[in-house]
DNA sequence: CGCTTTGTTCAAGAAAAAACGAACTAAAAA
DNA sequence: TTTTTAGTTCGTTTTTTCTTGAACAAAGCG
């Protein structure tokens, strides 16, 4: 176990993806699964711009770019991964739903496939990432009304407004999220 | 000037707001704007959930909050952040278009307000936060896209599904933004 | 013109986030 | 029951991002 610890010294960018079908160069680097990889570079973007760790659009990429279930072990080892990375990566994209486990006869391992329909990736993301920011903003907006009603005083009419206009955004962006989601479900 | 160099070595979540019309403890600690401090704290939150750095928020909610333009060292003191991180910050908003400059005739300094409006805030934020990263996106499509097509011999069937599946999942989201934009514009 | 005020830029430092990996739990195999 | 295998947790290290502050431009003022 762990014989291959100093080998995979390359760039993390070209992953020894799927030992099997590879065709290899000379030098035995393997050259197949290009696509494989830039699927891998694809989703490392993405999560970057949607603000999550890149291990998990490396995970993600992986997955998504297999045509079988891959285990704990090849994950982390294909990706180049430390084994905490890899355990909190999948367990991350557990939760959001993006990642599904496959139980395999036989093997005590555990496999992982990805989820593919958009609409459960976009949900699963709302559902753990967003709804809980929502959630420290709409107390942040109660605070604010409850300040402006409670206090005796006639405070600045100026701050009324603004609270005015930040609860009708608030009203505005909660509609964001069903229109969000039916533009994509078909 | 900069005579109140030391004194606000107070969290920045107390800043001194408007001088203007300010009750104050017995300490001199301003206790007013109490609503203002608060929306700050609302912009920080906001600004951070979505991938901005802590300060825009402030300086941002510190505008929101005031009803006249404030010039670049009093956003500075104010919120006791160093000359760069004002300067640095004052620009990102003007190019999302969340800051406006007023000119104030026989004043040399910049003064700025908040704009208000979510449309034109949202649009600011797609255009220079989300397009160029789309771009991103579309390029490294084009790319998976000329891999498949491109190269001579068969490949991996899964991978050409995979990667219709990711053509299908940009034509739906690339409906989202428009459909977005219509949603808030009222 | 030189001096002061106002703001920008950018290298360096501080803070925050992510990844690592050793120690640990749990469960199967021996 | 002891040993091995599989995966998680969590304190530490590394990387990334943000902020700072000094050097620099640009423009009014004397």
Chains 1, 2 share one sequence.
């Not at 030992?19 to 891998?40: F, M, N, Q």
């Not at 093997?107 to 993301?125: I, M, N, Q």
């Amino acid at each position: 176990m762990e014989q291959q610890e100093e080998l995979q010294s390359l760039s993390n960018l070209t992953p020894t993806l799927h030992r099997r079908s590879s065709k290899t160069t000379a030098s035995g680097v393997p050259c197949l699964d290009s696509v494989a990889t830039e699927i891998i570079e694809f989703f490392v973007h993405t999560t970057q711009v949607i603000g999550l760790p890149k291990s998990l659009g490396e995970i993600y990429g992986l997955l998504f770019a297999s045509d079988r279930p891959i285990n704990f072990d090849d994950v982390k080892t294909q990706l180049n991964l430390s084994k905490g990375a890899t355990s909190q990566g999948l367990k991350q994209l557990r939760n959001i739903g993006a990642v599904k486990l496959t139980y395999i006869p036989g093997d005590r391992r555990d496999y992982y496939h990805a989820e593919t329909e958009l609409k459960k990736l976009v949900a699963g993301f709302l559902r753990e990432q967003v709804t809980p920011q929502m959630a420290g903003w709409d107390m942040r907006l109660t605070r604010l009304n409850d300040m402006l009603s409670d206090e005796d005083n006639e405070r600045n009419p100026l701050l009324d407004q603004r609270i005015e206009k930040l609860n009708s955004w608030a009203s505005k962006l909660r509609r964001v999220v069903p229109v969000l989601m039916s533009v994509i479900s078909p």
